[in-house]
């Protein structure tokens, strides 16, 4: 079965920081890009970022270039979104995707 879980998520002030960590198990992991994802209450999810599968390209969304990085373990099986000087807007429920399979999300709450 494949399965993605998310961790890592919490309260943090502004200016803060978090990584979050996604798992994924029933995966070839190092055959697939993963993108991170968030959607905040009464907006659409949006895409902030995503690691290609071998060779590490990276993509940011603006509102979070500069502040976010994306990585990956392949040996761990695992995808990091490491989240530097968190602002209130970044609060969100945040979702990992490894081609049509998505996480149950973690929530990012950021206080002001």
């Known amino acids: 079965e494949k399965q993605l879980v998310e961790s890592g998520g919490g309260l943090v002030q502004a200016g803060g920081s978090l990584r979050l960590s996604c798992v994924a198990s029933?995966?070839?992991?190092?055959?697939?890009?993963i993108g991170w994802f968030r959607q905040a209450p009464g907006k659409e999810r949006e895409g902030l970022s995503c690691?290609?599968?071998?060779?590490?390209?990276?993509s940011y969304a603006d509102s979070v270039k500069g502040r976010f990085t994306i990585s990956r373990d392949n040996a761990k099986n695992t995808a990091y979104l490491t989240m530097n000087n968190l602002k209130p807007e970044d609060t969100a429920v945040y979702y990992c995707?490894?081609?049509?399979?998505w996480g149950q999300g973690t929530q990012v709450t950021v206080s002001s």
């Open positions: 995707n490894v081609y049509t399979y």
């Open positions: 690691i290609s599968s071998r060779d590490g390209d990276r």
């Open positions: 029933g995966f070839t992991f190092d055959e697939y890009a």
